[in-house]
């Protein structure tokens, strides 16, 4: 097992960017090149100081996917200026590809996240996707990024349908990894996984308790302590999850299921954590814990989750269909394997269907 806490170096608040020049200085970096979308730059620019003088600064913009294809295109701008850091300015997907481009290299990398949706500004690994948005597969690096900027004003504005999926995405953390550390003897515990299932657990309480509040704060633009403290879970505690917890908190069964859902193109709107928080209610139901799912949906419903097929634009799925959601969630090499349980495609396909019928008895 391999422990990676998270960025080397931290900086939350109002102030965090007044970092960024004072640590290009410091390593003496003189060429930057700085990613970033349209929308995620013009909700950080106001707060954005100037890189440093006499630091060449390559604008690069993100095409919108976290690809191979891209990745290589920022690369070859990357050798051929001769680029020491990396600057990421965005969501999730802008975030991870520039962990692909630096990771192996001798170049620095800083994340600056713009939406709390997920746990990419502080984890060591990318996940990756092909050009129409379906899932490919995921890498974990050797490396974490030198540096983390997190500004709440930014964050505070951004979509709050962002931040909904992220809180479903973080609530997985607990649920995906809860079985295999029930599994685990007493033996096997070392203090990294202490922390990682401590963590897991502070995910879980924070969410089911705060976030419908912290949801509320957003909508109005209110930076409050319970607000921060549910943008961080998703963002820092979360990440300690996998970071510390490695292949034993990483996804399970509900990020199979959320790989799945993404080979249907009438999925490719709904965000990664709404697919995620779908895939908690699937796992739960393998597991045979029902009671739990029951208690999940009240806060879903609140929260606008997904719950059922037409919730995830699938309604009048059909049978070939159902199956291939099945068949992809269960096939050999999935993180649905890691659950340890005899998990296979009629299991994965009862599961939705009795999500379905709970869902139904609760409406």
């Known amino acids: 097992m391999i422990s990676q806490g998270g960025p080397q170096r931290y900086i939350s608040g109002t102030e965090a960017y007044e970092q960024l020049p004072v640590f290009i200085d410091d390593l003496k970096v003189e060429r930057v090149l700085f ?66 481009v630096t990771t192996s290299t001798s170049m620095y990398l800083v994340l600056i996240p713009t939406l709390a949706s997920n746990c990419a500004p502080w984890s060591a690994l990318s996940v990756h996707y092909k050009e129409n948005g379906e899932h490919l597969d995921h890498k974990v690096y050797k490396e974490t990024a030198n540096l983390m900027l997190l500004n709440p004003e930014v964050i505070i504005h951004s979509p709050v349908k962002y931040f909904v999926a992220g809180i479903a995405d973080t609530l997985a953390k607990f649920y995906e990894s809860q079985l295999i550390f029930e599994k685990l003897s007493e033996e096997e515990y070392t203090v990294a996984l202490e922390i990682s299932r401590q963590m897991a657990l502070e995910c879980k309480e924070t969410l089911l308790s705060q976030a419908i509040s912290a949801v509320e704060d957003m909508k109005a633009g209110r930076v409050t302590h319970t607000w921060r403290k549910v943008a961080e879970t998703i963002i820092v505690t979360a990440g300690t999850v996998g970071g510390w917890g490695d292949m034993f908190a990483r996804s399970t069964g509900a990020h199979a299921v959320h790989d799945a859902l993404t080979l249907f193109p009438q999925t490719v709107d709904l965000l990664h954590g709404e697919k995620v928080g779908y895939g908690i209610l699937v796992q739960l139901a393998i597991e045979k814990k029902f009671a739990e799912i029951k208690k999940l949906l009240p806060f879903y419903h609140k929260l606008g989750i997904p719950t059922n097929f037409a919730e995830l634009h699938l309604a009048n799925l059909s049978e070939c269909d159902l199956d291939k959601i099945a068949d992809a969630s269960a096939a050999e090499g999935t993180t649905m394997m890691l659950i340890p349980l005899l998990i296979n495609t009629t299991t994965v396909k009862k599961a939705i269907l009795q999500v379905e019928e709970i869902e139904k008895e609760i409406q």
Not at 66 to 79: L, N, S, V
């Open 35 to 100: 990613l970033h979308g349209h929308k995620s730059l013009a909700a950080a620019q106001p707060y954005l100081p100037s890189f440093g003088d006499g630091v060449e600064v390559v604008n690069v913009l993100f095409d919108g996917e976290c690809t191979y294809q891209e990745i290589k295109r920022i690369q070859e701008i990357a050798f051929s200026r001769k680029i020491q850091m990396v600057v990421a300015l965005g969501g999730g997907k802008v975030l991870d590809t520039a962990k692909s």
